[in-house]
């Protein structure tokens, strides 16, 4: 509990304001589903950890999404078509593959989500 940075939880989670001390490193709590009601908010401002809630609508959904953001990472068919179209000398699929890895290597995750979302 020392490390965990962010936490993610459901309405059958109680965080009392002892709780919250245990987390040397909190910043972030994200409670999943209406209202906060089972975490202290006070104790989590005292102790500058930001608090938010999604609401439930859509769970599923984004979870569809991001595993298949996270399978196209490893397929690379989405960064594959937009080189195509630049121009990139295609080759044999493992030269194809080693440029796409270089290009991937290159970049942090979130740098390539976000590209993959404003194609």
């Not at 999943?32 to 809630?53: F, Q, S, Y």
């Not at 990472?73 to 195509?84: E, M, T």
């Not at 796409?100 to 979130?110: D, F, G």
């Amino acid at each position: 509990m020392n490390e965990a940075m962010g936490l993610f939880l459901w309405d059958n989670i109680q965080l009392s304001g002892k709780d919250l001390e245990k987390f040397q490193a909190l910043k972030n709590i994200v409670k999943m589903g209406p209202g906060l009601h089972n975490i202290d908010l006070e104790a989590a401002g005292k102790l500058g950890i930001g608090v938010c809630h999604v609401d439930d609508d859509g769970i599923e959904e984004a979870a569809d999404t991001v595993l298949a953001l996270i399978l196209e990472l490893y397929r690379k068919n989405i960064l594959l078509d937009k080189k195509i179209r630049e121009g990139m000398n295609c080759g044999n699929f493992e030269t194809v593959s080693a440029k796409l890895m270089l290009l991937l290597n290159n970049q942090q995750l979130y740098k390539y989500i976000s590209w993959l979302f404003h194609v």
